[in-house]
């Protein structure tokens, strides 16, 4: 088999809502992303039997490890903050369980929702751009089954790894995390929601303001930015432009549930032709 442009490694989730549940996690959103730019996409995931992912994930390359349980997540969002409480969890996913012929990938996202991969995993993709979303080191589980916040894990590392992102809510003023981030990864972006991004390099913040969206449903947005903003630093090598596109089609995203708006090529070029004020600073 040909080896994929844009490959990503974690859990997919049922995220649940009032009408049954759809497929969420870092995934299927930053994957369905990569392939509406263009990109030839792959995952390797872990899921039961009982989700269909060919069908969740259509033109995707879909590499499943066998499990009796799927990721389960109830999402609900209060004064614009989500919470979440998890129902079922997947086993961890091991860098044994990337096969061979996926490790060539030209670009790598690491997008773990409750550490099922380790950061170390980046070692295995020598040559790829690898990004990697933080948000999945940074919360556990409780025993009530809320997800809540937890410090940067001891020992782990960014070392491999090009771009790191993350939320501000999962940032909440960790400036020790911050600046060892720094110091791994060459790049550090902290999405802000409606406030835009802040994109770290060199040890110093640039910042860039959200495009203007008719919010539905913000859930993925920030996987949407990762896949986005890693697919144009890899054309452009412009982290200015990258910030830009990756800042419009995560806007975009928004405007409709579950992956269904992520976006096409056409419609973010759209949508910085029209707003070509909105630029990194």
Known sequence: MSIPDFLVVGH???DLDASGWQL???VAYAATQARRLGLTAAVVTRAS????LTSFLPGIRVHCIPSETTTTFENRYDARRRVQRVWAQAPSIRPEDVPQELRGARIVLLGPLLSEVTPDMAGLFIGSLVGCCLQGWLRHVGSDGLVRKRAWPDGASLRGVNVAFLSEDDMEDDEPALERWQREAEIVVITCGRGGATVWTEGKPRRIAAFPHAEVDPTGAGDVFAAAFLVAF???HDIAAAARFADAAAGLSVEGAGTSKAPTREQVKTMLTE??????A
């Open 24 to 26: 969420g996690g870092t």
């Open 275 to 280: 707003h070509q004020e909105i630029v990194l």
């Open 12 to 14: 997919v989730a049922k």
């Open 49 to 52: 039997d009982d989700v269909d």
């Open 234 to 236: 890899d054309e452009t």
